[in-house]
């Protein structure tokens, strides 16, 4: 079992809708949790980080963590051509590392 | 805001070289990292450093060495390059955090390195 899951997609969304994106980690000491966007052939940019259960907000975007079920998930609303990319789960493990998944590549055709 | 250089954007290099590549940041961030992405695998850690002069392996440091002789830079040596060393590679530099620190890392641009 990899220790950052992810769906590697791609997701496609229409224009307008929501887009959902998740991911599962196994270390369940894991303490920080943080979403990357990454456009095709640039490096990885952060866009959000959660430490507590529950949702954090920001703009369009809302990340939900729930530490029991072991899962984090990244919401994108009002999707828009300019959000396709693909977008990195990464876990601040007990072993005081960040463990990133592979991604999932997002599609938001217009 | 925070900026990570490489040296390089591409780079095509033969098998049995010795390749450098070389990461500088400005935001005095005690933490660098380099990692290398390939399709399907996502980012690996290559190696790290929390301070200069020190120096950790990560999760795939197998051909690889590094150097921090400044804090602001970090450099990647590839002793002998293989085409199995073909990739994308990404520096990234943090702030010193705790275990419950939510500072990031910042990502250089990346080197796409071809060895032939």
């Known amino acids: 079992q990899k220790e950052v899951e992810q769906n590697s997609g791609p997701l496609s969304v229409p224009e307008g809708a929501i887009a959902s994106l998740n991911c599962t980690y196994s270390?369940?000491?894991?303490?920080?949790f943080f979403w990357y966007r990454q456009y095709s052939g640039k490096s990885p940019e952060l866009i959000m980080f959660i430490y507590s259960n529950g949702d954090k907000e920001d703009g369009r975007f809302t990340a939900q963590l729930n530490k029991a079920s072991q899962y984090v998930s990244l919401l994108i609303r009002d999707s828009q051509p300019s959000d396709s990319a693909t977008y990195l789960c990464?876990?601040?493990?007990?072993?005081?590392?960040?463990?990133f998944g592979s991604g999932t590549r997002l599609s938001i055709r217009p | 805001d925070v900026k990570v250089t490489q040296s390089s954007r591409y780079l095509v290099k033969r098998t049995g070289e010795k390749v450098f590549l070389e990461c500088v940041q400005d935001?005095?961030?005690?933490?660098m990292f380099w990692y290398r992405q390939d399709p399907g695998l996502g980012l690996r850690l290559i190696y790290f450093?929390?301070?200069?002069?020190?120096?950790e392996k990560g999760d795939i440091p197998e051909g690889y060495s590094v150097s921090r002789e400044k804090k602001e830079r970090f450099s990647l040596i590839l002793e002998s390059a293989s085409t199995n060393q073909t990739s994308m590679y990404l520096c990234?530099?943090?702030?010193?955090?705790?275990?419950?620190?939510?500072?990031?890392?910042?990502f250089g641009p990346g080197t796409r390195l071809t060895v032939l």
């Open positions: 450093s929390y301070d200069v002069k020190m120096k």
């Open positions: 935001m005095d961030h005690e933490n």
């Open positions: 990234a530099s943090s702030p010193a955090g705790g275990a419950t620190s939510t500072d990031t890392q910042y």
């Open positions: 990464a876990v601040y493990s007990s072993a005081s590392k960040i463990i």
């Open positions: 270390d369940r000491g894991s303490q920080s």
